[in-house]
């Protein structure tokens, strides 16, 4: 199995050379070569055969637990699963690092010029700091952190066209540097074994003047508050229709998922810093 990520804090400003902090979750993908899919090719699916050195006769079956286009790095762990199992079936295991960078080849073809933390987060796993362009910063805590995953909606926009939006904003720079700072605090909770709750919702709220998240998103983040959870959406975001997938953390989640309920709202609870 390969999993999934979220981003914990700092999408957006993480384009703009600012940290950003992922971790794996619960959920994943799997891959096997099979004799037949008996379906149409997947171009992605094709590229990671190709790239793991397979050729046209072989055949993936893919597993998803991952919801497709809603930030959860889907495409990323597509392409790591396709690319480990093709190794195997060829008899020549794959290391992590050249796994990764396989991956990387994939996601050029699925999002033109990523900055690398989807590979990342899927192939290493476990809590990530990434800076784009530098090592990654493995960050190891004691206290793994409960979050409940909930769906927005798919986004119509893509992640390329939400960060053009995000270029043509005028106060971007300085939501973008206030972003900055409180990813850094952020991490420094995480590694003391403190709540990050608060700095959650600021990132979320900041996002929300950066005008990534959409009207509906926004009126749901307003009643899980009134409700004492810290919320922020996770990923590129929408602003048309959904806005992908929100972080949603309280004291009292019992009370929390019976308004998802209510409100039809798909959730999932992950734990992250585990692996
Ligand atoms: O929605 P996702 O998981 O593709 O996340 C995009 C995160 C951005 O910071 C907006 C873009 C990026 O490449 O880091």
Same mark, same amino acid.
């Given at each position: 199995?390969?999993?999934?990520? $979220?981003?914990?804090?700092?999408?957006?400003?993480?384009?703009?050379?600012?940290?950003?902090?992922?971790?794996?979750?619960?959920?994943?993908?799997? +891959?096997?070569?099979?004799?037949?899919?008996?379906?149409?090719? !997947?171009?992605?699916?094709?590229?990671?055969?190709?790239?793991?050195?397979?050729?046209?006769?072989?055949?993936?079956?893919?597993?998803?637990?991952?919801?497709?286009?809603?930030?959860?790095?889907?495409?990323?762990?597509?392409?790591? +699963?396709?690319?480990?199992?093709?190794?195997?079936?060829?008899? !020549?295991?794959? !290391?992590?690092?050249?796994?990764?960078?396989?991956?990387?080849?994939?996601?050029? &073809?699925?999002?033109?010029?990523?900055?690398?933390?989807? +590979?990342? $987060?899927? $192939?290493?796993?476990?809590?990530?700091?990434?800076?784009?362009?530098?090592?990654?910063?493995?960050?190891?805590?004691?206290?793994?952190?409960?979050?409940?995953?909930?769906?927005?909606?798919?986004?119509?926009?893509?992640?390329?066209?939400?960060?053009? &939006?995000?270029?043509?904003?005028?106060?971007? !720079?300085?939501?973008?540097?206030?972003?900055?700072?409180?990813?850094?605090?952020?991490?420094?909770?995480?590694?003391?074994?403190?709540?990050?709750?608060?700095? &959650?919702?600021?990132?979320?709220?900041?996002?929300?003047?950066?005008? $990534?998240?959409?009207?509906?998103?926004?009126?749901?983040?307003?009643?899980?508050?009134?409700?004492?959870?810290?919320?922020?959406?996770?990923?590129?975001?929408?602003?048309?229709?959904?806005?992908?997938?929100?972080?949603?953390?309280?004291?009292?989640?019992?009370?929390?998922?019976?308004? &998802?309920?209510?409100?039809?709202?798909?959730?999932?609870?992950?734990?992250?810093?585990?692996?």
């Amino acid at each position: 199995m390969v999993y999934g990520k $979220v981003i914990l804090s700092g999408e957006h400003a993480v384009v703009y050379g600012k940290m950003a902090l992922a971790a794996s979750i619960s959920l994943g993908v799997s +891959a096997r070569v099979v004799e037949s899919v008996g379906n149409k090719k !997947n171009l992605l699916i094709n590229k990671a055969i190709a790239v793991a050195g397979g050729d046209e006769t072989i055949q993936i079956k893919i597993e998803s637990e991952l919801p497709i286009g809603s930030g959860l790095g889907s495409s990323a762990a597509v392409s790591a +699963a396709t690319i480990r199992a093709v190794r195997e079936y060829l008899r !020549n295991p794959i !290391n992590d690092d050249d796994l990764f960078e396989l991956t990387m080849e994939c996601e050029k &073809l699925a999002h033109g010029n990523p900055s690398g933390i989807d +590979a990342s $987060v899927v $192939v290493y796993g476990g809590l990530i700091g990434f800076v784009k362009g530098k090592p990654v910063e493995r960050l190891k805590i004691n206290q793994p952190v409960k979050l409940l995953l909930a769906d927005s909606g798919k986004p119509s926009e893509t992640t390329k066209e939400m960060i053009e &939006l995000v270029a043509g904003k005028p106060e971007k !720079n300085e939501l973008i540097a206030q972003i900055g700072m409180v990813t850094k605090q952020v991490k420094q909770k995480l590694l003391n074994g403190l709540d990050v709750g608060e700095l &959650l919702n600021q990132n979320g709220l900041l996002l929300e003047k950066l005008g $990534v998240v959409g009207e509906k998103t926004k009126k749901l983040s307003r009643e899980l508050r009134a409700m004492g959870a810290s919320v922020k959406i996770t990923g590129a975001g929408g602003v048309k229709t959904g806005s992908g997938m929100m972080v949603v953390m309280a004291p009292d989640v019992v009370k929390i998922k019976q308004l &998802l309920d209510n409100g039809q709202i798909d959730y999932f609870e992950t734990m992250i810093g585990e692996r």
